[in-house]
Structure formats: C-alpha cells, structure tokens
C-alpha cells in the first residue's frame, strides 16, 4: 500500500475522498469482515457491524492521530463495535452476552454461510466458554493469524499478556474438546 500518511490525507481531501474510500473498502473489506464474523458470529449482524465500522472511521478519520497504523485502528473500532453489538443485542433479548453466544451457536448449523464441520461447531462451543478478552485473542491469533505485536496495537495490552491469554485460552479449548 502507498504510504499511509499520503494515503490518510487522500482520504481527507473533498477531491480524492471518494476514490481513496473506495480503495479502502476494497484492501479491508474482507479481513474486518472476517474478523468482526469471529466476534458475532452470524453473517447479517457482521455485515451491519461492518457498515458501523467503515462509518465510524469515515466520521473520524480526521481524529486519527497515526500513532499507530491504519489497519490497527481500524481494527480496533471494529472489535468495539462488534462487542458493544453484541452487549446490545443481550440487552435487547434481556440476556447475558455469554447467553446469547451460547445461543448463536446453537443456530450456526442453520447459518447458510456457516459451511464447518461439527469439530468447528464443537470448537465454537469451546470459545464461547472462554473469558471475552481470551476469547478475543483466541480468535485474532487462531482464526486471523494476528501477530502478537499487531494484536498489542489494536488491543492495547502487552504481547506478554496477550501470549498468557493465548496460551490459557488454548488449554481450556484443549480440555473441553477431550471432555465434551
């Protein structure tokens, strides 16, 4: 990608706002997809959690101070906006967020555009069992392959924090797939 700073400040100008948008939808589209589905889990609330993100970094772009990268931050909105999506979504049903996963699950089989197998649906049902923040790194690192260093930026936690949540995360998924 050109330089990001040349590339912000395209996105910045009234002139170039539109075509520079365009390119941005179409180099992130897909990963800040994927990633918020890892969080949501069902297809149709990704997609509106997708349209909320793109919004959110076209309303502030202009805030963004580049202390980080581009894609970091974008990350970061969407990771927020996947999980307040989620703790909406509870509210609304009067549920707890962990009940409703529970539930999403439950429905996955019945997703069109869920095509795993029933170890990916047990596997599912393993995550959810998880703490939200291990349940986060779980899936950056598994389902993404996020580095660490890149995971820290968007998560704003230390990589050695983010190594010890990886690696209990992967121990309990380890002992729920022998036991269930």
Same mark, same amino acid.
């Given at each position: 990608?050109?330089d990001?700073?040349? $590339?912000?400040q395209?996105?910045l100008n009234?002139?170039?706002q +539109?075509?520079? *948008?365009?390119?941005?939808?179409r !180099?992130?589209?897909?990963?800040?997809?994927?990633?918020?589905? +890892?969080?949501?889990l069902?297809?149709? !609330?990704?997609?509106d959690?997708? &349209?909320?993100?793109?919004?959110?970094v *076209?309303? #502030?772009?202009? !805030?963004?101070?580049g202390? @980080? %990268?581009?894609? @970091?931050?974008? #990350?970061?909105?969407?990771?927020?906006? =996947?999980?307040?999506?989620? +703790?909406n979504k509870?509210k609304r049903h009067?549920?707890?967020?962990?009940a409703?996963?529970t539930?999403?699950?439950?429905?996955? %089989?019945?997703?069109?555009? $869920? !095509?795993?197998s029933?170890?990916?649906l047990k596997? &599912? %049902?393993?995550?959810?069992?998880?703490?939200? %923040?291990?349940?986060?790194? *779980?899936?950056m690192? #598994? #389902?993404e392959?996020?580095?660490y260093?890149?995971m820290?930026?968007?998560?704003?936690?230390?990589v050695? =924090?983010?190594?010890? @949540?990886?690696?209990?995360a992967?121990?309990?998924?380890?002992d $729920?797939?022998?036991?269930?």
């Amino acid at each position: 990608m050109q330089d990001e700073k040349d $590339f912000i400040q395209e996105l910045l100008n009234p002139k170039t706002q +539109n075509s520079a *948008f365009q390119k941005l939808l179409r !180099d992130y589209q897909r990963p800040l997809y994927n990633h918020i589905r +890892n969080i949501v889990l069902n297809h149709d !609330d990704a997609d509106d959690v997708l &349209q909320n993100t793109f919004i959110k970094v *076209f309303k #502030y772009l202009k !805030d963004f101070k580049g202390e @980080s %990268k581009l894609f @970091s931050w974008m #990350y970061r909105i969407a990771t927020n906006e =996947a999980i307040t999506f989620i +703790n909406n979504k509870a509210k609304r049903h009067n549920t707890t967020s962990e009940a409703l996963q529970t539930k999403i699950v439950d429905n996955l %089989k019945a997703d069109d555009y $869920f !095509d795993g197998s029933e170890i990916q649906l047990k596997l &599912q %049902k393993a995550i959810i069992l998880l703490p939200e %923040k291990q349940q986060l790194v *779980f899936k950056m690192r #598994y #389902y993404e392959e996020i580095k660490y260093e890149e995971m820290s930026e968007i998560l704003g936690t230390s990589v050695g =924090a983010l190594k010890a @949540s990886y690696h209990h995360a992967v121990k309990k998924i380890e002992d $729920f797939m022998k036991t269930s």
